[in-house]
């Protein structure tokens, strides 16, 4: 219900916003201003020096990279880390039980299989993007291949780094990573956080692959969950979002096919405005807002249908499922 009514809120606002328009004002607003402090008792583990001449394969070869797991995910990475040209289709596998998810694999031209084991025998750097309650049954199955050499991420939500190490070889190489799926077109947002055993420049090499795929960064395990509620699922909240705002004006008697790309096209433009500003969203939200104009109106329709506390809930709802994920 609450979905419900917040979509109704933002098609609302869309009709309040476009009647509004017919009012001529012509104003000019101050700019918001607005500053937050971030702290947490959370860290980063501190890097462990490490030369490039240690890494655990050898880097005038070929870098082969192993998906176990064939899902939108696994997919959506590979997707961006081939399209970049960080590394070439051939040198890229996945694994699945069957090959309904493997022909998205092999239209981009990696080699595919249904031995998990086998990516384990080929393959350095080993994505694990299965199910997480699917993962502790593939990483017993897989345990005896795991080598040194191997750098292992885990994609599964709610999967600790602690259980993680617990099911592996003692003093195996894994990090956790959680993307998005816009990494499918390079507009990603990924973090990870690193095990006991990960070294710097492996995890530097990680980062490097995955910025590709859009944002990357290092975060401290704490911010895994919170990114899940906020980003992984968030890339749904905003086509929700796109959908009403749409809607709103194909309720006006705009044609759909437009309204859904104009509506696209402006989450896109605003998306870029806050990222290469650098400005609080509500300072660039003050420069749309003029007294008594268009947009305060439609704000005020947003505001009537609780759009904001809406998202916050949101946020946290898929956050603390994501907790309750990693204590199953």
Same mark, same amino acid.
């Given at each position: 219900?609450?979905?419900? #009514? ?16 017919? $009012? ?10 607005? #500053?937050?402090?971030?702290? #947490? ?10 030369? #490039? ?21 696994? @997919? ?9 040209? &960080? ?21 981009? +031209? ?20 299965? &199910? ?15 080598? =040194? ?13 602690? $259980? /993680? ?21 390079? %507009? ?28 990357? @960064? ?11 509620? /906020? ?15 749409? %809607? ?29 500003? +650098?400005?609080?969203?509500?300072? /660039? ?20 249908? +609780? /759009? =904001? ?9 898929? $956050? =603390?499922?994501?907790? %309750?994920?990693? &204590?199953?």
């Amino acid at each position: 219900m609450a979905g419900a #009514s917040t979509a109704a809120a933002v098609a609302a606002a869309v009709a309040t916003a476009t009647a509004a328009s017919s $009012t001529k004002v012509s104003s000019s607003t101050p700019y918001l201003t607005s #500053s937050s402090t971030f702290s #947490s008792s959370a860290t980063i583990p501190p890097p462990i020096t490490m030369s #490039s001449s240690q890494l655990p394969w050898t880097p005038d070869s070929p870098m082969q990279i192993g998906f176990v797991g064939a899902g939108r995910m696994a @997919e959506a990475i590979a997707m961006g880390i081939i399209v970049s040209g &960080k590394v070439e289709a051939n040198n890229v596998m996945a694994s699945a039980p069957s090959d309904k998810n493997l022909w998205h694999f092999q239209n981009l +031209g990696c080699r595919t299989t249904h031995s998990n084991t086998e990516v384990l025998q080929n393959c350095s750097i080993v994505f694990f993007a299965t &199910k997480p309650h699917i993962l502790p049954i593939v990483l017993a199955e897989v345990s005896p291949a795991v080598t =040194r050499k191997h750098v292992l991420v885990s994609v599964a939500a709610g999967v600790s780094l602690h $259980t /993680l190490e617990k099911l592996l070889p003692p003093k195996s190489r894994v990090l956790r990573i959680m993307p998005n799926l816009p990494c499918r077109v390079q %507009e990603g947002a990924v973090v990870m956080t690193r095990g006991r055993y990960a070294e710097k420049c492996e995890t530097e090499y990680l980062q490097n692959l995955l910025s590709v795929c859009g944002l990357c @960064e290092e975060v401290p395990e704490a911010y895994i969950n919170i990114h899940t509620g /906020l980003s992984g699922s968030g890339v749904a909240y905003v086509c929700m979002f796109s959908e009403a705002l749409a %809607e709103g004006a194909i309720k006006l008697g705009m044609p759909s096919g437009l309204a859904h790309q104009i509506a696209a096209q402006t989450l896109l433009g605003a998306a870029k405005l806050l990222l290469q500003s +650098g400005q609080h969203p509500a300072q /660039l939200r003050s420069e749309v807002c003029t007294p008594g104009g268009t947009t305060i109106y439609g704000l005020h329709a947003l505001e009537q249908g +609780g /759009l =904001r506390a809406a998202a916050m809930n949101a946020v946290e709802a898929a $956050t =603390r499922r994501a907790q %309750e994920l990693n &204590k199953q």
